[in-house]
Every structure is written in C-alpha cells, then in structure tokens.
C-alpha cells in the first residue's frame, strides 16, 4: 500500500510517499481501506516537531494523521459490530499513533461509526476530530443547556464550525466570533449573533456569557475570561492554560481549563446521527488528491481556511 511517512520534522519535504505492507486486524479490529482524511493544525503541528511529535517520534515507521473515512475491509476476531463492506468513520487512536496517512488503516471497532449514507466519505472524514471536540466538550465537560449564552471564537474554523451547530442543537443562544468577510458562514451555521474579533466590540462583552469554547488558545483565553458571567467556565482546547489566566480566571470567580479529545466511538455515534437528520453538516473548503497531501498541509497551516481540508483517495 501507498502511505506517507514523516521521514523528519519539519516543512512538508518531511512527508514521503512510499510503499508499506498492508497491516492485519487483530482481534477487535477492523482494516479500513481509506477513502478520504481529513487534516487538522494537530496534524500540522505534530510534522513540524511539535504537538505529539515527542510521543510519536520512536515508532518506525512514523505515520501522521487520525481523521479517515472508508470501507471496512477486514474484521479481526471477535468483531461483531462491523463487517466487510461496511462504511464507516472515526478519529482512530487519538492522541496515540493513528497512521491514517495510508491507503489502508487498523482501527479498534470502538472508536468507529458507520458512516450515514446521505453523507460523502468527504464529509464523514472532515466530522472526525473536529467534531468530535466540539461534541465532547459541550455535550459531556460543559453540559450545556437550553437557554445557556456561548461564545465561540474561530466560529468558522475546524472546530467552530461544528461547536456553533452543536451548541445550537442543543438549545444555546450561540455568538460565533470571525473575520467581517466570514460572518455570513457563521450566521448560515445558526449563530444568533456575530462579532468581527477584529473590532472592539468582542471587549465589550463582559459578563455576557455562561460559558466560552476557546478554541484559539493564547492572548484569546486572557481575552475572553472578563467575558464570561461569575460562575461561568471557559475551555480550551489548542494548548494548556497559562499561570495568567488560571490566576485571572480564580480573580473574576470563572471555571477555566484545558481540554485533549480522545477517540470515541459512542460520540462517533452520536455524531453520525447528527450528520444523518441534517442537524450537523461537514463545511469542507477544499480536498486535495491524495498525491498533493502535502498541500494540504500548507493550505492548513495557513490558518485561513473556513471549515475543513480534506485529501481524497477515490
């Protein structure tokens, strides 16, 4: 099989194509053949030598990625909840060796779902990681409720996207923050309300929300605390939280903390019944081939792409 191998960190020169055996499942696995794989700024980081390079820099060979969509081509022994044929979609082994840059996969049958036949392998493989944070972090840390006032920032990246939508569904009055020239996106996602985080008006906010999905990280998290009701809580989830903003957060009387999705297979479920009713859908700005990966990559890295980078292998 064809997979990409990360050679050394760095710039995408690191990223290799070459010629790997096809793996086997072992019991309570299935092999994938990989339809499509989304790349996330994890990804990104992790090929330059940062994110989870440190945990994942010994295994030989060294194959980035965790977002797949594909057809289940192989059951290991006692798999009963898949069977060849089956479609399917998961974040495989997060924040583990995922080696989803390849043509074909291993995935433990609990951290899939089947893939909703209304969707494209496109779309399923851009509701993986992303969606899978914003579902985790508002449905089971947060517990939002009918009612509760979030704030988003980065309401038209990876993860806003799916939080806005998320938050919607289940019953939040959503502010999704963006550029002026995303605001539109943001508003047709069904957020009540939009603010350009390049303008003041975001400081003007204070103690306007119960809960924030910091999904920025840095100067954001100490800029969004005064923002949140007493009482409230911020999450984040791009890096751990600064000795500054657990101090600012314990003055204001807010909840903050860091937070790192885990693969899940129950949430997959959910979200595939999000994706099925119509509740939730997959904004995919771009899909490379997958002999342009490392493209995809640049194109992430940018920082300027709405929605998700997805690379097609069909």
């Not at 306007?208 to 005064?226: I, K, M, Q, Y």
């Not at 194109?299 to 792409?305: C, H, I, K, L």
Request: net charge negative; no cysteine; charged share 20%.
């Amino acid at each position: 099989m064809k997979a990409y191998i990360l050679k050394e960190p760095g710039d995408v020169s690191g990223l290799q194509l070459t010629d790997l055996p096809v793996p086997q499942p072992a019991q309570g696995e299935v092999l994938i053949k990989v339809k499509a794989i989304s790349i996330n700024p994890v990804d990104v980081k992790t090929r330059e030598g940062k994110g989870f390079y440190g945990r994942l820099k010994d295994a030989d060979p060294l194959i980035l990625g965790w977002d797949i969509s594909g057809i289940v081509e192989a059951a290991g022994e006692k798999v009963t909840e898949f069977s060849p044929g089956d479609e399917v979609f998961g974040m495989v082994n997060f924040p583990g060796h995922g080696k989803a840059y390849a043509e074909y996969l291993i995935s433990p049958v609990s951290q899939l779902a089947l893939k909703p036949n209304n969707i494209s392998f496109e779309d399923a493989a851009a509701a993986t990681l992303a969606a899978l944070t914003a579902y985790q972090v508002l449905v089971k840390k947060a517990d939002i409720k009918p009612g509760d006032k979030v704030l988003i920032p980065a309401a038209s990246g990876g993860v806003g996207h799916f939080a806005v939508q998320i938050a919607k569904y289940l019953g939040a009055n959503v502010t999704g923050t963006s550029s002026a020239k995303n605001r539109d996106f943001v508003l047709s996602l069904g957020a009540d309300e939009h603010l350009d985080y390049n303008g003041d008006i975001l400081d003007q906010q204070v103690q306007a929300f119960d809960f924030v999905f910091d999904t920025v990280g840095g100067a954001n998290t100490e800029r969004s605390l005064p923002l949140i009701k007493v009482g409230g809580e911020l999450i984040s989830i791009p890096t751990t939280l600064s000795e500054e903003a657990i101090a600012l957060a314990k003055e204001l009387n807010v909840k903050a903390s860091f937070y790192l999705v885990s693969s899940d297979g129950e949430s997959m479920k959910k979200i595939a019944g999000l994706l099925k009713t119509g509740d939730l859908k997959a904004q995919v700005s771009e899909v490379f081939h997958y002999d342009k990966l490392p493209a995809a990559h640049t194109a992430v890295e940018s920082g300027r792409t709405v929605g998700k980078v997805v690379v097609s292998l069909t």
